[in-house]
């Protein structure tokens, strides 16, 4: 029988001042929402994505769209800027949401774009960190910090959620009633980030091979379309994390920040 990754973790990684997912190898994104007068700032990295979004608003409305991005993982994912400008270019505030054309869109810039709106009366900012362990005896550690606290803290073995009592026996896919039956605003945003990033994190154990025919995969994204999937040729730095020798947002973020102040 498989030890448990408890057990594992602690005999090779652990130390008093750490929790579990920090010293174990995995998947990390890290998610920056600055919020000014007028102005909002989404950015986000990970292994395979460094990108960000400017929405600019009167308090009412989107006035502008400005997606950055420095890396993605296929060629034909810059186009996907133009589309997001189409999508939101315009609309109140309060019609940037998920529903609003989302798999025609970049996944990630659209939930920037999301985000951004939401904290569009914010003043000041927040940190999202995921951290998720690779796969050991099938089992992860999903962990989710906002501005350095820990949030939430999931367990997961073969692809069913083990932890905490309350989503044992469900998948990361099976989530949607119970982060909606969430009292807190700010509890069911940050459980769709680590949600959606604990999926994401699952590419780190994948052959490459496996995620580089665009045409065979579904059409969940800008790129995944079928008149674009034929055209998209996998590319871009893959970065880990988890190795230590920079963090998410380091350097880019800061760059990103000057057009902001």
């Given amino acids: 029988m ?44 990970d292994d ?12 009412e409305s989107v006035t502008a769209v400005e997606p ?11 186009g996907a800027q133009a589309k997001l400008i189409e999508t939101f270019a315009g609309q109140p505030l309060g019609e940037v949401t998920a529903r609003r054309d989302k798999k025609a869109n970049c996944t990630h810039l659209h939930d920037l774009a999301v985000l951004a709106a939401a904290h ?14 690779d796969p050991i005896a099938g089992e ?4 989710l910090r906002r501005d350095g606290a820990t949030v939430f803290e999931w367990i997961e073995r073969d692809g069913v959620l083990a932890a905490p ?14 982060i ?27 052959p490459l091979d496996e995620q580089s025919n665009a045409a065979a995969l579904p059409p969940n994204c800008y790129t995944f379309q079928p008149e674009r999937a034929v055209q998209a040729v996998r590319n871009g730095k893959r970065c880990d994390f988890s190795a230590g020798s920079h963090v998410p947002l380091e350097g880019f973020g800061d760059r990103l920040l000057a057009e902001l102040n």
């Avoid at 594992?8 to 920056?32: F, H, K, T, V």
């Avoid at 950055?68 to 810059?78: A, G």
């Avoid at 992860?140 to 962990?143: A, G, K, S, W």
């Fill in 2 to 45: 498989a030890r448990p990754l408890a057990s594992i973790w602690r005999d090779r990684y652990y130390r008093p001042d750490m929790s579990r997912a920090d010293d174990l190898p995995g998947y990390r994104r890290r998610i920056r929402v600055e919020a000014r007068e007028g102005a909002v700032l989404a950015m986000l990295e």
């Fill in 48 to 59: 395979i994505h460094a990108m960000a979004v400017m929405l600019r608003h009167d308090g």
């Fill in 68 to 78: 950055f991005v420095e890396r993605m993982p296929w060629t034909t994912c810059p």
């Fill in 120 to 133: 569009a009366g914010d003043r000041g900012g927040l940190v999202y960190d995921v951290l998720v362990s």
């Fill in 140 to 143: 992860r550690v999903l962990e």
């Fill in 165 to 178: 009592d309350a989503l044992a026996g469900l998948t990361l896919l099976g989530l949607r009633d119970w």
């Fill in 180 to 206: 909606g039956n969430l009292d807190d605003p700010a509890e069911r945003e940050a459980a769709k980030v680590l949600q959606w990033a604990s999926l994401v994190a699952h590419g780190r154990t994948m």
